[in-house]
């Protein structure tokens, strides 16, 4: 399997909203306002009205819901380069998610009006919106599946690629060992693979002792980034 079959099989290596809508890109950071959340600080929670669209510049935002006894069930992270709180803004719904800041980012948000008039100007852009949110559902259909078809250290595996990903697909040599850009307690990868924390802990010394990932406290580092893709890609 190529690198560019990878990119189509795993739907998640979201590339610049913008890239190649240098005009479209210079209209909506015309009318957007910039903002800085420090890390922990939420961008918008649960509940609150979807009126505005936000693009990632700087940092990494995590997108989760809130669940009882105090669980955060992530379902996705953003990096830079990607459009969230597209899908509320649209229809003017509620937001069914949180996003906060894991990392200090800087935004670009855009009201939902303002998001409509670029969207009816410019076919490219809507055109753009509509395949990021195919896109997106289709990753939501995968994680399902995962849940259903996958035993845990793979889905721990595959986890830790996703984070991977984007140093992977700049340039990374696939024959090296890539560490997670990211460090995420155990409780925070228990969330995002839909397991539980004693669970994780014991996958990722099965992981370890297999030899697919090395640890040095929280940092993780996918020793055969590789084979990794080629066994998750079965």
Partial sequence: ?????????????????????????????????????????????????GGHVYYLEKGVVLIFRSAPEGKEPIMSIRHPGEMFGLAEVLGRRERKCNAKAIIDSRVHQL???????????????????????????????????????????????????????????????????????????????AAFTGSCQQTISESLKQLQQEKWIAMDGRMITITKPLEAMKRLAL
């Fill in 1 to 49: 399997m190529s690198h560019r079959e990878l990119e189509y099989h795993w739907h998640m290596d979201e590339k610049d909203f913008f890239e190649g809508l240098i005009q479209e890109k210079q209209a909506f950071l015309a009318l957007a306002k910039s903002r800085q959340f420090k890390r922990g600080e939420l961008v918008f929670h649960e509940s609150q009205p």
């Fill in 111 to 189: 009201g939902a009006n303002d998001l409509e008039a670029l969207l009816a100007k410019y076919y490219p852009m809507a055109r753009r919106v509509i395949e990021i949110l195919g896109g997106r559902l289709r990753c939501l259909s995968e994680q399902m599946e995962n849940l259903m078809v996958l035993d845990v250290p793979t889905r721990l595996l595959k986890t830790l690629f996703y984070l991977c990903y984007p140093q992977l697909v700049s340039g990374h040599d696939w024959s090296k060992p890539v560490t997670v850009p990211l460090r995420l307690t155990q409780e925070q990868i």
